[in-house]
């Protein structure tokens, strides 16, 4: 499930799992949020802030069914989710992902998209395609070696490994660490005022600017 609620010039997408205790980004959740960005972008917002509940950002796309896909299934699904990431990359708001938990798989790929990651201590991050004889099909490979030390990235993404919070920020990922979610949120909402006080043709320039020279 995605909630959506705008505060003054702050907007948040709260993402709630449905069963369990984990985010999946499958096609309805992927087409939900789709939906919930493009209602942002038409809004006053300057900054959104994304997060997740249950000690979960997100974990990307349900294998099982992904096994069922044909190329042509896995194609489109694929587009999809680059619809998803293209959206927030060209949205004239500045993302912030507020990472508070597991962040794996495609939910690399999706705090890859924002434009400021921060995440709470026990926050573990991983990309295991490696491990399964996988590789993401929403970009990760290119994305996160863009934020990363090419030496962190290159340990991330060809070991599949789980990483804590410290390795992400001094790899690059991450652009701060709080201790609990209370300081989280309290760290990005600094930031949001910050943003909310700068112009909004300002902020869409420099987005479009700084991805455009990242070639995405």
Not at 138 to 154: D, N, V
Not at 180 to 205: A, D, F, Q, V, W
Request: with cysteine; aromatic share 8%.
């Amino acid at each position: 499930m995605v909630e959506t609620r705008i505060e003054g010039l702050s907007a948040h997408i709260r993402l709630i799992p449905q069963t369990g205790q984990f985010t999946l980004l499958d096609v309805e959740t992927i087409k939900e949020i789709i939906k919930n960005l493009r209602m942002v972008k038409e809004s006053p917002a300057k900054c959104l802030r994304i997060y997740g509940e249950g000690g979960c950002f997100a974990v990307g796309a349900d294998l099982r069914t992904l096994s069922t896909y044909d190329g042509f299934d896995a194609k489109w699904f694929s587009m999809l989710g680059n619809t998803m990431f293209g959206t927030m990359r060209t949205m004239p708001q500045v993302v912030i992902a507020e990472i508070d938990g597991f962040c794996m798989g495609g939910g690399m790929d999706f705090a890859a998209a924002c434009d400021f990651r921060y995440a709470t201590g026990k926050s573990k991050f991983a990309h295991p395609g490696s491990k399964l004889g996988i590789i993401t099909g929403f970009g990760g490979t290119q994305a996160i070696p863009r934020l990363m030390k090419s030496a962190c990235a290159s340990e991330f993404l060809i070991t599949g490994n789980a990483f804590d919070t410290d390795y992400m920020l001094k790899g690059g990922f991450l652009n701060g660490v709080a201790h609990n979610t209370e300081e989280l949120m309290h760290m990005t909402g600094i930031l949001c005022e910050k943003i909310n006080r700068k112009s909004r043709t300002l902020l869409s320039g420099f987005k479009l600017s700084l991805n455009g020279s990242a070639g995405i």
